[in-house]
């Protein structure tokens, strides 16, 4: 009998990406951070980073033709890529749109999928400064997004300490009634975030419970949540219907909140919760704490997330 | 009877550059070029230039998975950006690399996809500092392109001028019989040219006749070309099977040469021409010059070239 080969489905999105990392390495010394973070950090000529990011947004995967308008779809296709630069702390400058469209594509979907980019982009002050269109079976984008961070202030995913706290912004769950198209990436807080002192972050694409993982076994530490704790939002509560365990199961695994995850000192923290509130109209909630990972012990949650593949 | 909304398809691709540049204005005065080129150019922090490109290859459009290696695929992904950044006189430093694939895409695909693309990115000093996996219908990537330049060594499409020479790199026609899978992307011979005076350059990607257009387009000129010099590649040769004719067709409307087109003016040639075969093994030819736009003359050409939609 002929064994099937493996496929990507059979080894998941974290794993191919572990794969990935060994097939690439990194040819220049002078990156900071390569595949793996939210986004790619590089010293830039004059002191300070720069930041690299690319997402892509399929329809029927990230987006239904018959549920979002065309200006949410170039929201959210912006949008994934100005929330990975949020959660390094970043400054975007520039971006670059590329657009995959089947033939009979209305002109007017280009259009207003253009100025829901247009939108986003104004509000944050980015440059769309290229792109490229092809054709294809499906309406897909790729968007490049480059930015900035000093030195300093650039936060990454590897930085959480034992006793460090877990923080979230705002609400969680139930994206899928809205939010997933309609998000505002957390840019002006992960910039306050990052210069307060935040050991590590991460932005909430995956849902709670596999993005904990991914920012904690960067760290090589292993975590304690108090569910309680847990902001819930309207939409997790009105999905699940009164259901605590299922408003919890929402908020941990839907995915696409693009809400900020991070760890912070515990000293640094008075600090921070008494200046939030006067930026800030959204939540600020700390959720757990990082703990010693025990000999042996598996730095994962058993809450699955979003599945890529 | 109500009217069918315009698609796409009836625009054309140029057409649709041409509104989606009028739907998106540029944010920064810093920008140097734009949409419209063939990367995005802006200051860097330290002086001289920086370059972003974005590119996509899809399934069935761009390869077909039956006459194509994943090797190949992941050669021409990276190499379509990077003869982007050739046309410019750019030298590219980091990519980022989205990959959308089916969930039965075998491991090794992915792999062998990612072994070309190191191949090619180690060939040139590229580093691949990131990505993202989507799941979607059909295989596609997009790769977008970081690259640098000094001030003075820039080239545009725009800067054609009346009596300059237009030359190309290579040999054209027939790159559906491998060069499209294969090509080299042409960074030494475009950082060469753009430090010896060259006026415009373009890559050739949609077919001479349809590039002839945008080089000169958009510096506001007319051409003319010396069919009898344009060089015909072996493959051309043998798709026309001798039809000489046919062999023009093909290398004026194939596309996917990626060799250089370029103006230089006529006081910079021969230095040029003395230079290039000690450095370089494929021809320089020129092949025609730049002319002034009659009043009422479209600055367009009969020949047309690869249709992306």
Not at 23 to 29: K, Q, V
Not at 204 to 231: C, W, Y
Request: glycine share 10%; hydrophobic share 40%.
């Amino acid at each position: 009998m002929r064994r099937r080969p493996k496929t990507i489905e059979s080894v998941g999105e974290f794993g191919l990406i572990d794969q990935i990392k060994k097939w690439i390495p990194p040819m220049h010394r002078s990156v900071v951070c390569g595949i793996g973070d939210d986004a790619a950090v590089f010293p830039m000529a004059g002191g300070g980073y720069q930041l690299l990011t690319i997402d892509t947004v399929v329809e029927d995967v990230d987006f239904k033709m018959n549920r979002a308008t065309p200006q949410q779809i170039g929201w959210k296709a912006l949008g994934v890529g100005l929330s990975d630069l949020a959660a390094m702390g970043g400054i975007p400058k520039m971006a670059v749109i590329s657009l995959t469209l089947p033939r009979r594509t209305p002109l007017r979907f280009v259009r207003d999928f253009y100025e829901g980019i247009r939108k986003l982009a104004r509000r944050f002050r980015v440059s769309i400064v290229g792109g490229d269109l092809s054709r294809g079976p499906k309406i897909s984008s790729s968007i490049a997004v480059l930015g900035e961070a000093t030195r300093t202030s650039t936060v990454f995913r590897s930085g959480a300490k034992i006793g460090d706290l877990i923080c979230v912004t705002g609400r969680l769950g139930g994206s899928i009634l809205g939010k997933h198209l309609n998000f505002l990436p957390r840019l002006r807080e992960g910039q306050f975030l990052a210069r307060r002192g935040v050991s590590a972050m991460i932005d909430l694409s995956d849902g709670l419970g596999q993005d904990l993982n991914h920012l904690i076994s960067n760290s090589r530490t292993a975590f304690m949540i108090d569910e309680a704790k847990v902001p819930i939002s309207e939409a997790a509560r009105k999905l699940a219907r009164g259901n605590l365990r299922r408003e919890l199961i929402h908020a941990f695994c839907d995915g696409e909140d693009f809400e900020l995850l991070f760890t912070i000192p515990r000293s640094k923290l008075g600090t921070l919760q008494r200046a939030w509130p006067k930026r800030f109209s959204i939540p600020l909630t700390v959720i757990g704490q990082v703990m010693r990972l025990a000999k042996g012990m598996r730095p994962t949650y058993r809450y699955q997330g979003y599945r890529h593949f």
